[in-house]
């Protein structure tokens, strides 16, 4: 088992920043890759980052390239969602979520057995 707690969101202005934490507790957090995923009201949740077991690579989806930066620090069991440049489109509640079953993460939801219980991000036009 992995718990995972979600913080660091809130309120923010368009083109404000805010860094994303997530803290996992649990089995032996370097033997996971992670994910961070989103859910605006009234919308599937969907794909934003994932950071491989090592934190030697990541990807994003579109929409976050070059404004979003996944990373990690294994020996404090700690993932990061560091976002630049918001939008009112990036409201949405804010999940990390961790997998075994790939080294480098997934963008598939279904392949994450852990799940935090979001952090709520607000971005204001």
């Known amino acids: 088992q992995v718990q995972l707690v979600e913080s660091g969101g809130g309120l923010v202005q368009a083109g404000g920043s805010l860094r994303l934490s997530c803290a996992a507790s649990?089995?032996?957090?370097?033997?996971?890759?992670m994910g961070w995923f989103r859910q605006a009201p009234g919308k599937e949740r969907e794909f934003v980052a994932a950071?491989?077991?090592?934190?030697?690579?990541?990807y994003y989806t579109d929409s976050a390239k070059g404004r979003f930066t996944i990373s990690r620090d294994n020996a404090k069991n700690m993932v990061y969602l560091q976002m630049n440049s918001l939008k009112p489109e990036d409201t949405a509640v804010y999940y990390c979520?961790?997998?075994?079953?790939?080294?480098?993460?997934?963008?598939?939801?279904?392949?994450?057995?852990?799940w935090g219980q979001g952090t709520q991000v607000t971005v204001s036009s």
């Open positions: 979520a961790a997998t075994y079953t790939s080294y480098s993460g997934s963008r598939n939801l279904d392949e994450y057995a852990y």
């Open positions: 950071i491989s077991w090592s934190g030697k690579s990541a």
């Open positions: 649990g089995r032996t957090f370097s033997n996971y890759a």
